[in-house]
């Protein structure tokens, strides 16, 4: 029986289906990022947190809970972190990325909808979730259709759904404000805590401190050849999104380090004539690097993540000068409305980032990487190829879902798109 099967059977999972998932999950990450040569010593912590986030992780929080402390389950990069910890609660990401669990979504929910949700469903709805039933409020958000009509099934009392709007002028700026005023009025009564702004100006600090360490593995990842695999770091970015802040920017930081010196000495798990190439549209949460591994293992290194397990995740810091709740406030606002999410309309302001990036990053081509059914992804993919064409960086737009039965036709395509490059 694996170590944390107890905890999960008094948590009311089906741990027999569990464990089938768990193994599942194993599979994939041995065919994947397991399978890696030359990897960083460094990741073996980030390989244990992926590891432990159906039991190590689980007994913390469970522990965190006797405690006393709050456990707040999100679905979206949206939500302010920063305001969750300003209570003294725990935020987790919630979504899923295994194709082992969305035949259980498909019996009540249509099967055209996106993976991502599907996946996350069918945890629940399996039984093989571990968070669900320790969790003392859930945030939902407003960036797609399937999303918003799905809270309207899960609501309850501690679900809250953000209201993130689809513009970026002075009226939707507000909106989106009060959305985080609102935000932090839940927690407070979830919690029976008050947000401080001394204890919102210190939580505001741990998390930009996460984010310069990210922003430096973006940094070190544009070196040539790259010192780490795009693999190993969207690993990394999944583990972000479920490891406790202050612990992961430590073990992030001695990451930054080893690959500060595996630059210098010129080591790199690619050739040097490995074609460079970024990610770019959905994100790719734990259990899902299905097209991160077709890329890599077709001979090109993934050097930037233009997604929501990326760049959108680190990019933009909180200013700290402000030190009332309300300027603390509005600063939190301001900085989760710069990330770049496919719902606005226009969205220049993504078609800029994605073209800074890959200039920054030195691409010889980006992927596009759209969920099935994911339509704002989908549609914009024509202005990012268009935006990435004026500066002469082609791409090319794959959509698929989490299973494996696209894989041989995705390889192809993929592999005629890396050999075209430069």
Request: aromatic content about 6%.
């Amino acid at each position: 029986m694996p170590e944390h099967n107890t905890l999960l059977a008094e948590l009311g999972l089906d741990v027999p289906l569990h464990d089938e998932l768990s193994q599942a999950t194993e599979r994939s990450f041995q065919r994947t990022i397991g399978s890696q040569q030359n990897r960083p010593k460094a990741m073996a912590y980030f390989d244990g947190v992926l590891h432990g986030a159906h039991g190590g992780r689980i007994a913390e929080l469970v522990e965190a809970r006797k405690a006393g402390r709050k456990v707040v389950g999100t679905f979206c990069v949206y939500v302010p972190e920063e305001v969750v910890m300003a209570v003294d609660a725990i935020p987790i990401a919630l979504c899923g990325g295994s194709q082992f669990t969305v035949p259980f979504a498909e019996k009540t929910f249509p099967r055209d909808i996106c993976p991502l949700v599907k996946s996350t469903l069918g945890m629940a709805f399996s039984k093989t979730c571990p968070y669900g039933p320790i969790l003392d409020m859930m945030v939902g958000e407003t960036t797609c259709d399937v999303k918003k009509k799905t809270w309207e099934i899960l609501a309850d009392p501690t679900f809250h759904v953000m209201e993130v709007p689809q513009k970026k002028e002075a009226i939707d700026i507000e909106l989106w404000r009060r959305s985080v005023r609102e935000f932090r009025d839940k927690t407070e009564e979830i919690t029976g805590r008050k947000v401080e702004p001394g204890k919102l100006a210190a939580s505001i600090k741990v998390m930009n401190a996460k984010r310069r360490a990210l922003q430096r593995l973006g940094e070190l990842r544009r070196s040539d050849p790259p010192p780490i695999s795009g693999l190993d770091a969207v690993a990394v970015m999944q583990g972000a999104l479920n490891d406790e802040p202050v612990r992961f920017t430590e073990h992030l930081n001695i990451l930054n380090s080893e690959l500060e010196q595996r630059v210098a000495a010129g080591i790199s798990p690619f050739a040097k004539s490995a074609k460079r190439v970024m990610m770019s549209g959905c994100p790719s949460v734990m259990g899902n690097w299905k097209v991160h591994h077709l890329v890599e293992s077709s001979g090109a290194a993934i050097v930037a993540d233009e997604t929501c397990t990326g760049s959108r995740y680190f990019e933009n810091l909180v200013d700290e000068t402000a030190t009332d709740l309300d300027g603390q406030l509005s600063a939190l606002a301001d900085r989760y409305l710069k990330v770049n999410c496919s719902c606005f309309t226009p969205n220049f302001e993504r078609l800029d980032a994605v073209k800074r990036m890959a200039g920054e990053s030195a691409v010889d081509g980006v992927v596009q990487y759209v969920l099935q059914y994911c339509h704002t992804y989908n549609v914009e993919a024509m202005r990012v190829e268009g935006a990435l064409k004026g500066i002469g960086k082609p791409s090319l737009k794959i959509v698929t879902d989490y299973s494996e039965e696209d894989t041989g036709q995705l390889r192809t395509r993929i592999e005629a798109f890396v050999e075209q490059l430069g």
